[in-house]
């Protein structure tokens, strides 16, 4: 059977998101995951995001990396995901639920902002600061000669600081460098807040373009333009 799907990016973090709620659909191998992913044979993409049915939200995301590996947060992957979603819903704000949080969704001036919930710094020292926000980053504030990166999370380094304006590279767990990353951002973001002792809104601009991230108590607020590509039919599934 074929699978629908609909190509979209924000700051060229692309994924293929696969809307279960609106469309019958099979279970996902990790294989055809990996096809989905691979950019010469298949569609191509960062992530795969399927949207499934929530009792309690308006849908449930599953993350998938381009290995097949799953992961457990997203901000540019939700940002796309809430985007369809309140359009396909007819509303003006959508709730998706992920493994350990809730987000809230809704569009604002820049495009879509989604509440991220709270995060936790877990490590920090002069290079760098271990932060979780759903999954695991590595926020680098200056490399060490031939440093080399943990595996087990996603690394943001920051190449610049410029008053309320960082600018970031980034390396995704079980990805490789991709133009941009949410959760990244808002990891830095909240580095840069707890090495300054002072929360105010930031703009981090990636390789693929820019975020905006703000704080409101513990919850931290993520937005930017989103964008659809094309969308589809994928092949014929065995």
């Known amino acids: 059977m074929t699978l629908p799907f609909v190509k979209m990016h ?85 709730s998706i639920a992920l493994e350990d949080r809730d987000i809230m969704a809704t569009y604002t001036e820049h495009g879509v902002r989604v509440c991220m919930g709270s995060a936790a710094v877990l490590n920090a020292c002069e290079t760098h600061m271990d932060i979780n926000i759903g999954n695991a980053h590595r926020v680098v504030f200056q490399c060490q000669g031939q440093e080399a990166f943990p595996r087990d999370r996603n690394i943001e380094i920051i190449t610049g600081h410029i008053l309320d304006h960082v600018y970031i590279d980034i390396i995704e767990r079980g990805v490789g460098p991709t133009r941009a990353c949410g959760s990244g951002a808002c990891a830095t973001a909240i580095a840069v807040w707890q090495r300054d002792n002072h929360a105010r809104p930031l703009t981090i601009e990636m390789p693929g373009g820019v975020v905006f991230v703000s704080r409101i108590d513990d919850d931290i607020y993520l937005e930017g333009s989103v964008t659809v590509v094309f969308s589809g039919n994928y092949g014929t599934l065995i």
Do not use: W
């Open 10 to 94: 924000a700051q060229g973090n692309d994924f293929v998101v696969l809307d279960a709620i609106h469309h019958t659909m099979p279970p996902l191998t990790q294989q055809v995951i990996k096809d989905l992913a691979e950019r010469r044979y298949g569609i191509g993409c960062d992530q795969v995001l399927r949207l499934c049915p929530d009792a309690n939200n308006d849908a449930r995301m599953l993350i998938f990396n381009t290995d097949g590996s799953e992961a457990i947060n997203c901000g540019n992957g939700l940002r796309c995901a809430a985007d369809l979603l309140m359009r396909r819903m007819g509303k003006d704000h959508v």
